[in-house]
């Protein structure tokens, strides 16, 4: 069983930045590939953005591209979210979770944080 515990969410303004993290309880967790979705309100849960176990690919989805930033660090058992430019449009509850195929898709991932929140304000 793996312990996903998300942080860093919390209130930004449009165009600030924010980062996230997502702390692993087992140490398994580096042979897996892991990845950041988001729900807004209303909505379903969507892809944002995804990394291999090594950390060497990244994969993006197309209203993040080229302001969100995922890294990750294994020794640490911990995936980061930088996200810049920050719109009123990405205010969601932010959820890590981890797998064993990188997809845009929620089966793919076995295992849930419980979310933290990103609200942007304009």
């Known amino acids: 069983q793996v312990q996903l515990v998300e942080s860093g969410g919390g209130l930004a303004q449009a165009g600030g930045s924010l980062r996230l993290s997502c702390t692993a309880s087992a140490r398994t967790v580096s042979n897996y590939v892991m990845a950041w979705f988001r729900q807004a309100p209303g909505k379903e849960r969507e892809f944002v953005a995804g990394?291999?176990?090594?950390?060497?690919?990244?994969w993006y989805g197309d209203s993040v591209q080229d302001r969100f930033i995922i890294s990750r660090d294994n020794d640490k058992n911990t995936m980061y979210l930088q996200m810049n430019r920050l719109n009123p449009e990405d205010t969601a509850v932010y959820y890590c979770?981890?797998?064993?195929?990188?997809?845009?898709?929620?089966?793919?991932?076995?295992?849930w944080g419980q979310g933290t929140q990103v609200t942007v304000s304009s």
């Open positions: 979770c981890v797998g064993r195929r990188l997809t845009y898709s929620l089966e793919s991932y076995d295992y």
């Open positions: 990394i291999t176990w090594s950390g060497g690919g990244t």
